[in-house]
């Protein structure tokens, strides 16, 4: 019924709603035996894994649970994380099956919270997992107040340490032990390979695309250590010249003689350095190309209310997310050119600009 109702209020038409619950409600199973369908089952939950609608439905059912957050926001019973005073609260980040929710540390607006998400497991059939959940307090957040949270939404674990689409939670301290991980995800993986029995052929497509682009994900986000990068080129430089599994073999040529273009004499490898650069400059042009964006809005809020971020100078106490994108800007801008329009936004004797085509 919860499909039903949800469908309606988005403006789904009765009859195509009405198709949609009887390809959920029709389900029924049969049991071979000896190549023989026997019996008949009728599952309690009509969707099913690998079935084709139910991405479509649980984006449906997600729309609603969306709606019972911003509906309490709006009403005060739930009040989202704001990292600066005109940024727009969050109170919710859904990915697939990661789900990350934010509200004040108080017994009332977590009660609110896990009423909402206790409805909508009534209604999907998804369940909250306790044992898998876990709470990230603010550095202020006395202990009592923890215990007592803990105790209201049956969570025992505090976050912090673990990962979110891959990611660190929580960046502090050593930015070395922070990513350690991408440098033992890439030795695991190069490790695996037989350096023996691959040909130079082989080594070089499994390294341009598997090991360069292993941390391609987390060096789009932040700025890798130095010492992280020459440790990475270092395990795929020592499988380029190796000639057996867990040697360096001898090193006949500089690396950065290899990362050359192809059309230039070299082998065409990535500088992982610079490729971090790269990935990160893109980053930046999507603040200034989507600046509607949540992740522009958030960060314009916090480090550049009324200028560009190709502006900003220095900031009071940024994250490392934002100094990662900040390391990017020089890269950026010595590529940047701005396309003459109205001529409002640009600077004619300071910005580097080509004229329009007509």
């Not at 099956?97 to 004040?104: A, E, I, N, V």
């Not at 301290?173 to 040909?199: E, T």
């Amino acid at each position: 019924m919860k499909i039903w109702s949800s469908g309606l209020k988005l403006g789904f038409a009765s009859s195509w709603v009405q198709w949609i619950m009887l390809c959920i409600s029709s389900v029924s199973y049969q049991v071979l035996i000896n190549g023989e369908a026997k019996g008949k089952i009728i599952p309690s939950r009509g969707l099913r894994q690998g079935y084709p609608l139910s991405p479509f439905l649980f984006i449906i059912l997600t729309e609603a649970l969306i709606a019972q957050i911003q509906g309490a926001e709006e009403e005060g019973r739930i009040t989202g994380l704001r990292i600066a005073r005109s940024c727009p609260p969050i109170s919710h980040l859904l990915f697939a099956d990661d789900s990350l929710f934010f509200c004040k540390a108080d017994v009332l607006q977590c009660g609110e919270l896990f009423k909402i998400i206790k409805c909508y497991g009534v209604a999907s059939g998804q369940q909250l997992n306790t044992a898998k959940s876990s709470i990230f307090f603010g550095s202020k957040v006395p202990q009592a107040t923890r215990v007592e949270l803990k105790r209201t939404l049956g969570i025992t674990k505090e976050g912090g340490m673990g990962t979110y689409l891959g990611l660190p939670e929580k960046i502090s301290g050593s930015k070395k032990q922070v990513f350690a991980f991408v440098q033992d995800r890439l030795s695991k993986r190069i490790n695996s390979w037989s350096a023996r029995l691959l040909s130079r052929g082989g080594k070089e497509v499994l390294i341009k695309s598997v090991a360069q682009a292993l941390p391609t994900y987390v060096m789009s986000c932040f700025l890798l250590p130095q010492d992280i990068i020459k440790k990475l080129q270092s395990a795929i430089s020592n499988f380029w010249w190796s000639n057996k599994q867990n040697s360096r073999g001898l090193h006949w040529i500089a690396w950065d003689k290899i990362c050359i273009p192809i059309e230039k004499g070299g082998l065409g490898f990535r500088d992982l350095q610079l490729f971090n650069l790269a990935l990160l400059a893109k980053q930046l042009w999507r603040l200034l190309y989507y600046p509607s964006s949540l992740l522009a809005r958030i960060l314009k809020s916090r480090y550049y209310r009324n200028t560009s971020p190709l502006e900003v100078e220095k900031s009071n106490a940024p994250s490392f997310r934002w100094r990662s994108i900040m390391a990017a800007k020089d890269l950026l801008q010595k590529g940047l050119r701005r396309t003459i329009g109205t001529g409002e936004t640009t600077l004619v004797w300071r910005d580097q600009w080509i004229p329009a085509e007509h």
